[in-house]
Nanobody, 115 residues
């Protein structure tokens, strides 16, 4: 059974930082592209950042220079370091594991940026 367990969300003030973690089980982690997506109220889910098997990364324009995605294959964990947070970053953040036609999602973790 595949499980993706996100953690690290919470309430943070504008300008603050958070680190999200996603621990995977039930998959050969190193063979999957791992991504972070987010969905704000009333909006579609969007890609935030993705890290491929070889370590290359892509980011949404809105987070470039502020967010960093990384992975630890030994720990089967993907991270999202989020800096300089603002209210537009408020959303539920989802971890995704993708490989060809296989696609798995975590349950999501809420990030709220507010003073």
């Amino acid at each position: 059974q595949v499980q993706l367990a996100e953690s690290g969300g919470g309430l943070v003030q504008p300008g603050g930082s958070l680190i999200l973690s996603c621990v995977a089980s039930g998959i050969i982690f190193s063979t999957y592209a791992m991504g972070w997506y987010r969905q704000a109220p009333g909006k579609q889910r969007e890609l935030v950042a993705i890290i491929f098997r070889g370590g290359s990364t892509n980011y949404a324009d809105s987070v470039k220079g502020r967010f960093t995605i990384s992975r630890d294959n030994a720990k089967k964990t993907v991270y999202l370091q989020m800096n300089s947070l603002n209210s537009e970053d408020t959303a539920v953040y989802y971890c995704n594991a993708g490989q060809y036609d296989l696609n798995y999602w975590g349950q999501g973790t809420q990030v709220t940026v507010s003073s």
